[in-house]
């Protein structure tokens, strides 16, 4: 496996099977350290039982794996020393206020009681919950109660975090906060494995990914890279004249690819349009005179980069992989 960057997280041919199922069936991995490393995959695609075997929650049927440098069987305590693990199942106690929460596990992380008090007002000011900060964590919204998991999970700063699905079921603001906290996280120098099934979040997020399915892993790159992998883009033009859109059409059909008539009557876009493609396609309409109100050449989404290499999308629910129910690592160096 290649080496020639600091790797945070080095796996190679895991394998883990309950009864019959195999659940990961030989997956490497390769995750630079410093950087947020996307692992992308439907329900049941292995995502879940992938992280805990790497935060040695369970042992591996099969390959070997290191993180931080340690070998996350025969050094399992030194690799719970330097990571965190929010899972897709909140770990904060509901019958505790906000404050209570963090400044608990500030003791049993070995802070002082002022100086856990100190850091949990800290977090919650930095995760813009302080204002409930005396509420029952019962009353929290979904969003809220994420934010206060992931400030649970960075009362000692992990060198690595794992987050599993930490968006599910949030609303588009509350997700995007929660975006902008992994953001910070990283720009302080902890490393990110990131689990998702969603492809935007993917995208938004991750400077390298790995599509998982049925438990292996089919592709590996950046964003960028595996989009390109699948094929062209489309060009996409709007016209300032829809009546000369069949003529346009004609010079797109030619020279850049199958041409589709948009809803919007001064609207189409040409498919299988590379930056050169379009380059001449844009030239030979403006050669003809054919006035455009502006042009744009989009590549393919993550959706069509997970349809292309799986035959299915992405969202569809494969078979249930097991869930880690209660196991969730919470666990720092102090």
Not at 213 to 236: F, M, Q, W, Y
Not at 238 to 265: K, M, N, Q, S, Y
Request: proline residues 4%; negative net charge.
């Amino acid at each position: 496996m290649t080496t020639h960057t600091a790797l945070a997280i080095e796996a190679s041919g895991l394998v883990k099977t309950f009864g019959e199922e195999r659940a990961v069936d030989g997956v490497d991995l390769a995750v630079p350290a410093g950087s947020i490393y996307g692992v992308l995959g439907p329900n049941g695609a292995g995502k879940t039982t992938t992280i805990r075997m790497l935060a040695t929650l369970i042992q591996p049927d099969a390959g070997s794996a290191r993180v931080l440098g340690h070998d996350i069987v025969t050094e399992a305590d030194a690799v719970r020393e330097a990571v965190s693990l929010t899972g897709q199942l909140a770990s904060v106690d509901e019958d505790l206020t906000g404050r209570e929460n963090l400044v608990l596990l500030g003791r049993l992380l070995g802070y002082s009681r002022g100086a856990a008090r100190e850091r949990a007002d800290e977090l919650l000011d930095a995760f813009d919950i302080a204002e409930a900060a005396g509420r029952l964590v019962k009353h929290y919204s979904g969003g809220m109660r994420r934010r206060l998991d992931i400030a649970a999970s960075i009362v000692v700063t992990p060198r690595l975090m794992f987050l599993d699905e930490p968006t599910t079921g949030l609303d588009p603001r509350s997700r995007n906060q929660v975006w902008e906290i992994v953001r910070a996280l990283v720009a302080e120098g902890t490393t990110i494995l990131l689990c998702t099934q969603y492809l935007e979040e993917a995208d938004q997020l991750a400077n390298g990914i790995a599509v998982i399915d049925r438990g292996r892993v089919i592709a590996e790159g950046t964003p960028g890279h595996l989009k390109a992998s699948v094929g062209t883009g489309s060009l996409h033009v709007r016209l300032l004249d829809p009546a000369r859109r069949a003529e346009a059409a004609g010079i797109l059909e030619r020279t850049v690819g199958t041409v589709v008539l948009e809803p919007e009557p001064s609207a189409l876009s040409a498919t299988g349009a590379d930056a050169e493609r379009a380059a001449i396609g844009v030239a030979e309409l403006a050669r003809a005179g054919v006035p455009l109100a502006d042009f744009s050449l989009q590549q393919p989404s993550l959706d069509e980069v997970f349809l292309a290499l799986t035959g299915h999308a992405a969202e569809e629910a494969a078979a249930a992989e097991p869930s880690p129910s209660a196991d969730t690592l919470q666990e720092h160096a102090s």
